[in-house]
T-cell receptor, first 115, second 112 residues
Framework: GAVVSQHPSRVICKSGTSVKIECRSL??????MFWYRQFPKQSLMLMAT?????????EQGVEKDKFLINHASLTLSTLTVASAHPEDSSFYIC???????????FGQGTRLTVV | DAKTTQPPSMDCAEGRAANLPCNHS???????VYWYRQIHSQGPQYIIH???NNETNEMASLIITEDRKSSTLILPHATLRDTAVYYC?????????????FGAGTTVTVRA
């Protein structure tokens, strides 16, 4: 079964509103989680690294004031898309490694559509 | 992390073995080869990883050349549900940095 759960799986929102996406590790603690974005027919692009108890690290070109990341506990990271616009419509995916020297597990993804 | 090169697409017949190549000619000695796949509209799924030796699990086999500059993922009996984009990624497994750099991958279509 899934070891990383993402919610919601699909969301449609109006332009200008904010949307929160949750990523949970189900049976392990994750001090680090990762957020990716995927546009249609493209590969996954890393947006940011979510660190429990400290600030997230953003990849170049990703606006930290628009994509707010909170890693409040060892099992939960949230991504908030602030004041979403149609160009933010995308597939957002989180991942978490269970332990060192193991694979990273991915959530099911969240399809965001901004209208 | 070193870059990988994969063919953009391949077809295979249901029930036959699917052999997916990956070139990673600049791989470093401490970098592992990882394979993930992404079925349409889902998050990526881990398949297998290896360093030098060939590896096998319930999903697939990974064959790494002796010079480690290329590898092949083998799906022994492809099914329609194996249709997906397959990503070959190299990374230093001993590091705490689990950022994965995804290339374009290989779009595998399994046909009945």
């Amino acid at each position: 079964g899934a070891v990383v759960s993402q919610h919601p799986s699909r969301v449609i929102c109006k332009s200008g509103t904010s949307v929160k996406i949750e990523c949970r590790s189900l049976d392990f603690q994750a001090t680090t989680m990762f957020w990716y974005r995927q546009f249609p027919k493209q590969s996954l692009m890393l947006m940011a690294t979510s660190n429990e108890g400290s600030k997230a690290t953003y990849e170049q070109g990703v606006e930290k004031d628009k994509f707010l990341i909170n890693h409040a506990s060892l099992t939960l990271s949230t991504l908030t898309v602030a004041s979403a616009h149609p160009e933010d419509s995308s597939f957002y995916i989180c991942s978490a490694p269970r332990a060192q020297n193991t694979e990273a597990f991915f959530g099911q993804g969240t399809r965001l559509t901004v209208v | 992390d070193a870059k990988t090169t994969q063919p953009p697409s391949m077809d295979c017949a249901e029930g036959r073995a699917a052999n997916l190549p990956c070139n990673h000619s600049t791989i470093s000695g401490n970098e592992y080869v990882y394979w993930y796949r992404q079925i349409h509209s889902q998050g990526p799924q881990y398949i297998i990883h290896g360093l030098k030796n060939n590896e096998t699990n319930e999903m697939a086999s990974l064959i790494i050349t002796e010079d480690r500059k290329s590898s092949t993922l083998i799906l022994p009996h492809a099914t329609l549900r194996d249709t997906a984009v397959y990503y070959c990624i190299v990374r230093v497994a001993s590091s705490n940095d689990y950022k994965l750099s995804f290339g374009a991958g290989t779009t595998v279509t399994v046909r009945a």
